[in-house]
């Protein structure tokens, strides 16, 4: 097992209102970079204010930093995030077959929904007072499909793909350690090594996807992210770089 990254507080809290909450509540006090789990949430919260189902046994944390660098250069956190969960899977499952990485946000077992992330941030005047990027993921239950809007991935669980019964506290010890190496590659090489790897696990590359916002929709073949993390289709009207959506196959 891997051990905990020096450098990275560590808040485990029987029950709170959401991790997200709880991060920006302490990220005026902090004097570095801390993970925050929750065994319990009772208003947890996915993208676009969505609720997010959280049974027991699930992984709810949120990590609060204070990135450098212009907002924009913040968000692409989401990749590093999403490439430390994916190797945090292989390192308790002991295999990475079925694995791969949907964007922008989420992590995909076997064709379903297995991890989500979440980034929100607060502004000052020379860039990000601080960054919080929310993970939630089903290493024992996956909610019922019915609470889900339509169309949206179905979801399922480490336990149930994988057979790994994996407790919270194991999960996010591999979480951490992987992502403090992916930031640390991000820091300083930037965003070009995180992306090449992020292709590489990506989800339908090549393939037709469809990406809706509240106002559009855009069906193209996913041809790349590029170097501002931007979706990017191939549509019968030429190449289209989106960089906010929702994805769905």
């Known amino acids: 097992m891997s051990s905990w990254p020096a450098g990275y507080g560590l808040h485990v809290l029987d029950e709170v209102d959401s991790t997200l909450n709880e991060a920006a509540r302490i990220a005026p006090t902090m004097t570095g970079p801390v993970w925050i789990m929750a065994r319990h949430q009772t208003a947890a919260r996915g993208r676009r204010g969505r609720a997010w189902a959280n049974p ?23 990749f590093v995030a999403a490439l430390a969960l994916y190797d945090a899977c292989i390192a308790v499952t002991g295999r990475a077959d079925g694995l791969t990485l949907k964007w922008p946000n989420d992590v995909l077992l076997n064709g379903g929904k297995l991890a989500g992330i979440l980034l929100e941030s607060a502004g000052r005047a020379d860039g990000v007072a601080h960054l919080t990027i929310g993970i939630g993921v089903n290493l024992a239950q996956a909610p019922e499909a019915s609470t889900l809007e339509p169309g949206a991935v179905r979801p399922v669980s480490l336990l149930s793909e994988t057979g790994a019964q994996v407790a919270p506290d194991d ?77 769905y196959f």
């Open 56 to 78: 027991r046994g699930n992984l709810a944390a949120t990590l609060v930093m204070r990135p450098d660098g212009a907002p924009e250069v913040a968000a692409l956190r989401s």
């Open 171 to 247: 999960f996010l010890i591999e979480l951490a350690a992987a992502f403090a190496g992916y930031e640390t590659q991000f820091a300083t090489y930037g965003f070009a090594p995180i992306r090449r790897a992020w292709l590489d696990r990506a989800a339908r590359l090549g393939q037709p996807i469809v990406a809706r916002t509240a106002t559009s929709e855009t069906a193209g073949t996913f041809e790349t992210v590029d170097e501002r993390g931007n979706l990017v289709l191939l549509t019968a009207k030429g190449r289209v770089n989106i960089p906010a959506a929702d994805v």
